[in-house]
């Protein structure tokens, strides 16, 4: 296990030359939390920059992260290969996290709209909706249908730019983030008919 201390990695303070994530890293979890995929790049970068080339696994859960590394490393042509893992998630769907140690037992329950909101949306692709409005709608409407919930966004987005997309002509992934009790918790899923999903 590579784990160094911080003076090990930053033996100079704090780093003066940092990765812009771009526009990318600006919407959705990067307007949410501002710097936070300028952080992460900067850390990964010089992990990459440390390990060389290898293969790095990321779970899908994190999609955005996934997309913004992957563009990092095609951009700056990194000796890495980047693999994506499925989201694992608990026996009821709610996608396992560091933060559901913040749920009580009634928040814990009431989570589970993440996770039936993205059930609508696979459901509405599947069955031929293509409107990426009426998508986020029905998202948002679960969500904000469970009183426990405080809705951030939902949102139906390109699979490679992670730009909004008024309508599904090719792979796109919906995603959703809400503030359930102290913690706050994101999920997504692919929406392509031809994909099998893991809901």
Do not use: W
Request: charged share 30%; aromatic share 6%; with cysteine.
């Amino acid at each position: 296990v590579f784990a160094p201390e911080a003076e090990e990695m930053y033996p100079r303070g704090r780093p003066v030359v940092t990765v812009d994530p771009g526009p990318l890293g600006e919407r959705l979890e990067g307007a949410s939390r501002p710097g936070h995929f300028r952080g992460m790049c900067k850390v990964v970068a010089k992990l990459f920059g440390l390990v060389g080339a290898c293969r790095a696994y990321f779970g899908d859960k994190d999609a955005q992260q996934l997309a913004v590394i992957r563009r990092m490393v095609d951009d700056l042509d990194m000796p890495v290969e980047v693999v994506s893992c499925p989201t694992v998630r608990e026996p009821d769907g709610l996608a396992l996290s560091s933060r559901n140690i913040y749920l009580s037992a009634e928040e814990r329950k009431a989570a589970l709209c993440l996770y039936e909101a993205l059930g609508l949306a696979a459901h509405l692709a599947a069955g031929g909706e293509r409107d990426a409005e009426v998508i986020r709608k029905e998202m948002a409407r679960r969500i904000e249908a469970e009183d426990l919930a405080e809705l951030d966004y939902a949102a139906v987005v390109d699979e490679e730019t992670f730009d909004e997309v008024d309508m599904l002509t090719g792979p796109a992934r919906a995603l959703v983030a809400a503030d359930v009790g102290k913690a706050r918790l994101i999920d997504n899923v692919l929406l392509a008919p031809s994909v099998k999903q893991n809901l």
